[in-house]
């Protein structure tokens, strides 16, 4: 058994890979940590863990995660990874970093968008950005992942292949996301109180959203020369979920590309790859169908009339956005099977 | 007092407008119509109209309409006011109809994208359309009033003022557009059966929504050229409510206009309108700020890097995406204020 | 016109107050104020009032408030009011008085519930509980009146004539409550965060609840001794509404009371009283059909089994049992009819 | 490996059981049967199951089932069981019925509250009641179980150790109960359409619901006379979750019990079992804390001023409630530990 600390543990992330950490067949969890609640048992703040983690938390420190654990989960606030990886790294230890610290390469386009301090440059580079079914090769048998956002990871799956195969033009990319309130994490604010969150939709951080570059570096990388996108995000009255509906223009025009050409070519593309369902023609998924699962789905409508290609993609955005996500890139870190302890079915309804 | 018959008035359009004509001061509501429900009082499907209407429901007939009413409204599914509202006009009353059956100018178009027989051409001519705030001067005292669609009076409001003014380019319009559930009317269905709808978001109907000739007419007359748009939309886990975000690029480039540009645009535009309301910069609308009321919000953000304009535009869709924007229509038929009885705060929270 | 302080402007009971007042009459908000936001337009932090108030907000100012207004309405939270109202009052405003601070004529029981200091005995003495449909004839024309908090008026309404009457057993009354999250406040908090009670439901201060003396004063006074009474408060996912779910044992066992006999007794209580609809036979209220709206809707269903009848009540929270209770008081107060600007349609759905 | 079928696989209870038999170490689904869909792909009405299973939709045929599989499961809807169920048991196949049509002994009171013909009295006597934490010993290696439904399950789990150790009077026992909207199933009905059911709370079925008999049926066999409750149910706007809140009087009076006893005397009850969680004092159980589990969670407030306990359980209605209690009473029938497949956490937030 690998023995694994999440730091992090009382956020959204964290509670979510201790739910399914649990249910991994080559894991243990042996520490729970938190640098706001350590010593209480962990179930105080999640009932309904009672009986199940009857643990209390560790503080952070990274002697006693040395001492208990193979690999360390920083499920934290942006800010803190980017000074505690490099201990945890230096200590031996593996990582997987679920911020957002390590996962530009540019430290400048980190301070730009995050408005924090970036993570030493020397250890930037060693992160590899864990987008598996995009870099699976590059993250294998790896020591430190850095575990893509819930926006980037629907985008990007969305994307990647229609732009790497050159089918539509990376300069008229929009992209119009949606999510669940639980993406904006445990902390209280304003948007998210009950009240006023509830039959609620709002638009916010449009154009300035710190998923931006980190969509913008991995297309970039695939188109092989600079992308920049119009990306808007959504707050919706549900829970979990995240849909990205995205925009292109087909190259080639009208006529040049069928929603059929769009469904061979991404079923070519994640042949092999367990989590990525791409749709048949006509059909286009709904967040609810991957509600708890690891699953990404993705539909195409082309229109003839315009020329341009609508895309949806599907996750939940606390699973195959966060602790989901994280743990395929484990399995793939540990060389199993990427799926190990993740096949389970969506909750529906 | 104007005397009014509601036809359809056990559907959520035609229960709203009895929710709003019941408060207007020169209105009295002297027929509640339905051809499914003729004779049981309205109270018993609509608990919520206990002891305030009593009237049992009247059937679809012209002469009793005639007897007991001036202006009729039409809340009935698209095909049916194609062959009543003639009827009603020969009668000598006045009509608003809510369905889509008159906004379209061409018969063929209707026959194409709404699958029905057109109304007669005759009548088609006749029909304004009720775009007030786009339109007000063609409405204002015709007997013959096309109130327009939900999804198309949230996207004209606002992107007319800046395709008439040359200021974005119409070829890249790009409308992303999300409605809560109310819209899709009191007819069951999968989709809107609660334990499926609810935690649940969906796009639909993707460049194939009725609603997209409708959007296309108008911005075509204001452009003076044609227009064709992209044109999604979205099932939101929410009742009331929609938000059209849309995007286009900006002619003249990054640089040439600015979040302040399209404030005054839009603040000249509307002046004098109660209903619409531009956003001071850097805020955006959400939709629960217009709940339960006849009020369009419309915000801008403008992107410095890609050159294109974002608008987010909220609407209640059953107020004035529906019957509040057709009493206001009647406001103008009948030479009144157009917010006679209209001028009530939103529901918040 | 009445000029009309607000305040508590930025709570929900005060943002409340101000969507129904504006549609008043015979009333004109002259101040709207916060004892934390002072001089911040209204508009800043509800832009749903964008362009319908444009007002900065007044701070806590007893002469001000004598300068600008006839009556005062504190929607403040607990201890506030037992220190504001005297004042007001000193000074010659009328005071309506939305917290519990003068609801309970003991201040040692005040104490007990609370937790606070009470208000002094002088005038919790003078303060009359404006419970209209129970207790009319004490409101009419007095100058200082304490609003019924939103449980004890769906309980109250439910329960008083069957007690009064002599019917049932106060002995045996058992109240399971629920109420929408609006209930809690604006205040932030885990239990309202979004994600935490969106598709959850709780019980909480079962039996411990501050709202439970006021329920039995007013029971203990109508029974002619004194009531307690079980009381358990749920919360339940949806913005708006109370239900009151009520158990009591028929007096003279199974048999004596009907259905019938109960909604008799009760059209007869509530006789020319606008705001309590009580529904037919076989029939028990939802919440929704009173959403946005002041009616208090209740229905019955007695089991011939158990000798039982169960009372079920419903509000909006934030209308019958907060703003629009109040504003029925002021209608009181003043010498109108207690409807005026009352009468408004529940929003269906 | 154990192979089963699952009759009723369209409906949200046979959904249920395939996710949750499809993680099961020791079982095999070898066929999903509707009477409705035969011969569609179960994906094409459950698009979450894509490429998870692949398979068609057999027919409703006893000897494919006898050929196919060694346990049925029936997720049918009441009346059909009662004929099905005989002609599997006949072929020798072993059968779990989680329709409530084998759940009452008496076959007059089945047809006095389902309002169907009642199963074969040769059959009716042979299920056994699967309330496995209250008659774990009677499942243990039968043929033929007969699944409880939801509200008893949540009920009975929270009541049997009070009833059964005389602590509390059973004539005094009210049950307020509560449920997510998917427990209304997924058939199609106003009721349940999302608009109607969002932000809305009602009452139905009260003293009327067909779960009564059973819940007084167990409640009569552990106090050893018969015992009559009065029950009444919510339809609350969530998808998922039960709860049940439960007041009686303390036999002795204010004072006999506390919470502390309560506490201990269940804990005592349920020692050894894994679904059920007594809480610690002072907490309650909230339904998000068994969302997806199989769960039943249950906490005390005992109330010295009117010596009544206020217990509430909560569940899953369609794991504990439904397919998760099936799965467990499958484990017990073949002699596994009864928390096979199922010891994972609820899914939170």
């Known amino acids: 058994m690998v023995r694994v600390a999440i730091v992090g543990s009382t956020g959204y992330g964290g509670v979510e890979l201790i739910r399914l950490l649990q249910a991994h067949p080559q894991v243990e969890i042996t520490s729970v940590i938190s640098s706001s609640s350590a010593g209480a048992p962990i179930a105080e703040g999640f009932p309904h863990l009672t009986e199940i983690r009857t643990d209390a938390l560790d503080g952070v420190d990274v002697g006693l995660m040395k001492s208990k654990a193979d690999v ?15 201990q945890l790294l230096d200590a031996g230890l593996k990582v997987i970093d679920l911020s957002g610290d390590f996962r530009l390469r540019s430290a400048a386009e980190y301070e730009t968008w995050y408005k924090h301090a970036p993570a030493d440059e020397a250890y930037l580079s060693k992160a590899v950005f864990g987008l598996a079914e995009v870099f699976g090769d590059r993250v294998r048998g790896v020591d430190f992942i850095s ?16 732009v790497k195969a050159g089918w539509i033009d990376p300069a008229t990319i929009i992209i119009d996301a949606k999510s669940g309130v639980s993406g904006a994490g445990r902390g209280l604010s304003q948007t998210v109180h009950y009240a006023e969150a509830n039959e609620n939709l709002s638009a916010y951080k449009v154009n300035r959203h710190q998923h931006i570059p ?36 087909i190259v080639g025009g009208p006529g040049a590309r069928s929603e059929a050409d769009f469904i061979g070519l991404y079923k070519e593309f994640y042949a092999g790859r367990k989590f990525v369902r791409v749709r ?22 082309v229109d003839s009339r315009t020329g341009r290609v609508t895309i949806v993609s599907v996750i ?9 996500q994280a743990i395929q890139n484990l399995n793939l870190m540990m060389g199993w099977d ?6 389970f079915i969506p909750a529906y309804p």
């Open 280 to 301: 048949p023609q006509g059909k286009l998924p709904a967040t609810k169908e991957v509600w708890g699962s690891n699953y990404c789905d993705i539909g195409f409508a």
């Open 72 to 86: 360390v989960f920083l499920a934290t606030p942006a800010g803190v990874a980017a000074k505690l990886a490099p």
């Open 147 to 162: 575990n893509p956002g819930c926006y980037p990871t629907a985008t990007l799956l969305g994307l990647v292949p229609a």
């Open 316 to 324: 939940d955005n606390l699973v195959k956005g966060a602790a989901g």
């Open 214 to 249: 980190e969509i913008e570096q991995t297309l970039s990388d695939v188109a092989g020369r600079p992308v920049v996108t119009t990306f808007t995000t959504h707050l919706v009255p549900m829970t979990r979920g995240i849909m990205s509906t995205m925009y292109a223009s």
């Open 338 to 343: 990427e799926a190990t302890g993740l096949q």
